[in-house]
Each structure stands twice: as structure tokens, then as C-alpha cells.
């Protein structure tokens, strides 16, 4: 069975940090291209981060470029996801995902979701 599972979220203050992880099983992610996403309650999911199978391409929303940092550990099966300078507007639910990563660094999601991770900024 094809599983993505987030893990790592939780309460932090404003200027906090945390890394969210998502770990694969039923299938290697050598030659899976996997994203980031976040969901705020009333607000549209917003898609935050991705990285290529090799992890040589980034790519990341002006919302959270400068903070935010995406790297993969292929020998682990897991992606993470490290969250500096949070704030309140970063309070949502994350998700992992595969993606499809093209040449142009567009970057769209697949049917392959995890459950997502709470992360609450306040103080």
C-alpha cells in the first residue's frame, strides 16, 4: 500500500522553527518528484514547496521563499520540510505529495496525499 505520512508538527511561537517530515512506504521515492502543501482553515490550499527527484530543483512560493527550506534524504525515503521565521500566517495544515516537476520548475500535485501535520504559530 502506497503511504505518505507527515509528521513534526505541532505548537510553536512567532520567530520559531520546526522541520516537518514525510516518509514513504509501499514505494521508493528515488524517482518521485514530492511537494509541500498547506491548508488554513477558510483559505485555499496553497502549494509551498517542491523538489525534484534528485533533489536538484527547488522550487518554492514567494510566501514562504527565504524561510522555508525543502531537501530529501533518498536512503531514509523521506522529505522534509524546515520552517524558519514562522508566524500566525503559517498556521495550517501541512500536507505532503507527489508531484509532477517540469523543465520550467511547474509544479503539480498527483493523486498520492498524506494525511497532513498541524502546525499552530502562537504565542
Known amino acids: 500500500q502506497l503511504q505518505l505520512v507527515e509528521s513534526g508538527g505541532g505548537l510553536v511561537q512567532p520567530g520559531g522553527s520546526l522541520r516537518l517530515s514525510c516518509a514513504a512506504s509501499?514505494?521508493?521515492?528515488?524517482?518521485?518528484?514530492l511537494g509541500w502543501f498547506r491548508q488554513a482553515p477558510g483559505k485555499k490550499r496553497e502549494r509551498i514547496s517542491c523538489?525534484?527527484?534528485?533533489?536538484?530543483?527547488?522550487v518554492y512560493a514567494d510566501s514562504v521563499k527565504g524561510r522555508f527550506s525543502i531537501s530529501r534524504d533518498n536512503a531514509k525515503n523521506t522529505v522534509y520540510l524546515h520552517m524558519n521565521g514562522l508566524t500566525a500566517e503559517d498556521t495550517a495544515i501541512y500536507y505532503c505529495?507527489?508531484?509532477?516537476?517540469?523543465?520550467?520548475?511547474?509544479?503539480?500535485?498527483?493523486?498520492?496525499w498524506g494525511r497532513g501535520t498541524q502546525v499552530t504559530v502562537s504565542s
Open positions: 505529495a507527489a508531484v509532477l516537476l517540469f523543465d520550467d520548475r511547474s509544479c503539480h500535485e498527483t493523486d498520492y
Open positions: 509501499g514505494f521508493t521515492l528515488d524517482n518521485v518528484a
Open positions: 523538489i525534484s527527484a534528485s533533489g536538484e530543483v527547488t
